[in-house]
């Protein structure tokens, strides 16, 4: 079956802009996770959904970042004025309820010039 | 302190050598372990998962926890040069801590 999709798989803006990425999960996941990760670090948590609703939204770094989940499938990471600190590949990765194994995306690549 | 400390490497070996790779944890609490394979421009691929203590094995790859000296480590038997990535440790306790990543390379 299809894996976890991510789009765009690169994108490059200016910062001050808005971006938009997407993940499409594995089909009835309902466990929905976004990463950062940055050159050489291991994947740092953003933000857990568990169906439409996020359940940690801890690792958010501030306020520029909001993601979504309106259908409890797809969801959509926001980042506005965007800066070059954010710089990263932006991992997506979905489970199983209540099961630890997740399933990874192959990231989107974000680069703000 | 950082909830999962892992060697970054880089580490080297010749085809068919045994390979360890280590991490540390802070919290006495957690109780899953897992690691994970990332090949360069790809996302992380689950190889083995760990609840509490002990050995798991998978084929060529054991996965051993200690919790008393709160200690994970990955064997890698008979290494092959597609075993040739990075390797992550990550722990679940409130949410999911990845470790920094160990590059590996394998030489044939």
């Known amino acids: 079956g299809a894996g976890v999709s991510q789009t765009p798989s690169n994108k490059v803006t200016e910062k001050g802009k808005y971006v938009e990425l997407r993940c499409d999960p594995i089909s009835g996941h309902t466990a929905l996770y976004w990463y950062r990760q940055s050159l050489g670090q291991g994947p740092e948590f953003l933000i857990y959904?568990?169906?439409?609703?996020?359940?940690?939204d801890s690792g958010l770094p501030n306020d520029r970042f909001f993601a979504v989940r309106p259908e409890g499938s797809v969801s959509t990471l926001k980042i506005q004025r965007t800066e070059r600190g954010d710089s990263a590949v932006y991992l997506c990765a979905s489970s199983l309820a209540g099961r630890e194994t997740q399933y990874f995306g192959p990231g989107t690549r974000l680069l703000v010039l | 302190q950082k909830e999962v400390e892992q060697d970054p490497g880089p580490l080297s070996v010749p085809e068919g050598a045994i390979v360890s790779l280590n991490c540390t944890y802070s919290n006495s609490a957690f109780q899953y372990f897992m690691w994970y394979r990332q090949y360069s421009r790809k996302g992380p691929e689950l190889l083995m998962y760990t609840y509490s203590s002990g050995n798991k094995e998978d084929g060529r790859f054991t996965a051993q926890v200690d919790k008393s000296s709160k200690y994970i480590s990955l064997f890698i038997r008979d290494s092959q040069p597609s075993d040739s990535a990075t390797y992550l440790c990550?722990?679940?306790?409130?949410?999911?801590?990845f470790g920094t990543g160990t590059s590996l390379t394998v030489i044939p």
């Open positions: 959904f568990q169906g439409t609703g996020a359940a940690d």
């Open positions: 990550a722990i679940h306790g409130n949410q999911f801590y």
